[in-house]
């Protein structure tokens, strides 16, 4: 075919990248009605943008009837072309923001307006804050989320590519939300459960754990070994399993890993530990500009333990004995105020004789991998993470790690 295309002088100037869009929307949709929903435009402007299109390159592009809409050839001549050239010109976009520091600041800004907020008083204000910021971001199309209950814990369990199957797969990763213990839900996540199902090809469990101050330590570690039992009954396997978790949430699978070593439980095959917080006797932070400051840490830090004291290894794995933990993927931002307790706790677990593997990445944003549908380091760690989780739970063998 492209060696059947004749020569023609290049393409008017005027063509604009909102006709382009315009019509691989209709070519998508077959269907102007559906179309002009997802590019939030009016009928009657998709229309003449499609028309000043056809105008423009001297033909036809889509035949329209009553009830049809089809593609000429001419249109299928471009379709192909005009999806690449916008890909690659947002992909260009996306580097050139991602290279100024665009990029990282948004999600920068988002944890600033969220730790702006005073706690004590005002924390459901906060928690909605954070409610409000996880609903600026859906779960990937291609996933199905729906509600289960884990062993007496209300979950959300997201898939990849289960919509019309007869039954949903059986969770393999149980992802523990970060929010310092304080804040967040498993109905927020769903987005960050959603990319890593994607990205593994596993299903994906999300419990709402209870939070401090109005349920502290050890409920939400009740509430986790309970939906991961409840998934090691549906797999049967320990090792097929994955825990994973971000911030606070990281910190909360690795007591969850510690309490079943204490009680002699079956270990998971493995770990994932998005900027994992995991410091419980703070007093000090890697940035000084820190989005998140020290004493306000300290006041969540203070609503989780209660009286518990902090010095426990299970709620201190910096001090616990790690041996005999599964293999640990942590991840964390270069500039991150808490990257130093994903390198300590990646020294301490090898210290300990446990596999791990550490991956820094050049952002500044805590927690940056919930930006992973815009930060292109997120959506790299995520794929990452999704190579890892699939080699534990397909079975195959665990990958060697540097020391």
């Given at each position: ?88 010109l947002d992909e260009a976009i996306s580097a050139t923001r991602s290279a100024s520091g ?136 320990a090792r097929r399993l994955v825990v994973a978790g971000d911030s606070s949430g990281a910190g909360l699978a690795v007591s969850l890993l510690l309490s079943l070593k204490q ?141």
């Open positions: 075919m492209e060696g059947r295309l004749l020569a023609l002088p290049q393409a008017p100037d005027t063509i604009e990248l909102r006709h382009l869009r315009s019509f691989v929307a209709v070519a998508d949709e077959l269907n102007f009605g559906r179309a002009a929903t997802r590019l939030y435009l009016s009928q009657p402007a998709l229309s003449r943008q499609i028309q000043a299109l056809e105008r423009l390159v001297g033909c036809d592009l889509l035949r329209r009837s009553t009830h049809r809409v089809e593609l000429t050839a001419a249109g299928e001549a471009l379709l192909d072309r005009a999806r690449k050239l916008l890909a690659d665009e990029l990282a600041g948004r999600a920068y800004r988002y944890w600033h307006s969220l730790a702006s907020r005073d706690a004590g008083p005002e924390l459901e204000e906060l928690r909605r804050v954070c409610e409000t910021m996880h609903a600026e971001f859906a779960p990937p199309p291609e996933t199905t989320v729906r509600p289960v209950n884990a062993g007496g814990v209300s979950c959300f369990q997201v898939g990849a590519g289960q919509a019309g199957a007869v039954g949903p797969e059986p969770a393999t990763v149980l992802y523990l939300h970060g929010g310092a213990y304080v804040m967040g839900s498993a109905y927020g996540y769903r987005h960050v459960a959603g990319a890593l199902a994607l990205a593994s090809g596993a299903t994906t469990l999300v419990p709402e754990y209870r939070l401090a101050p109005e349920h502290p330590f050890p409920a939400a570690l009740e509430d986790v070994t309970r939906a991961y039992q409840w998934m090691l009954e549906q797999a049967g396997d009680r002699g439980a079956p270990m998971p095959g493995g770990v994932v530990l998005f900027c994992p917080g995991v410091d419980m006797c703070r007093d000090s932070l890697a940035q000084s500009d820190s989005a998140i400051s020290l004493d306000l840490l300290r006041r969540f830090v203070s609503a989780y333990l209660a009286e518990h004291p902090p010095e426990d290894p299970v709620v201190s794995p910096l001090s616990a004995d790690l041996s005999g933990l599964p293999p640990m993927l942590i991840q964390g931002g270069t500039d991150d105020p808490f990257v130093d307790d994903a390198e300590r706790l990646a020294d301490h677990a090898r210290g300990h004789g446990v596999e791990v593997r550490l991956e820094l990445y050049p952002v500044a944003t805590h927690s940056f991998q919930i930006f992973w549908s815009f930060l292109p380091e997120a959506a790299e760690a995520l794929a990452a993470a999704g190579r890892f989780v699939r080699s534990l739970t397909t079975g195959r063998k665990s990958p060697t790690f540097d020391a």
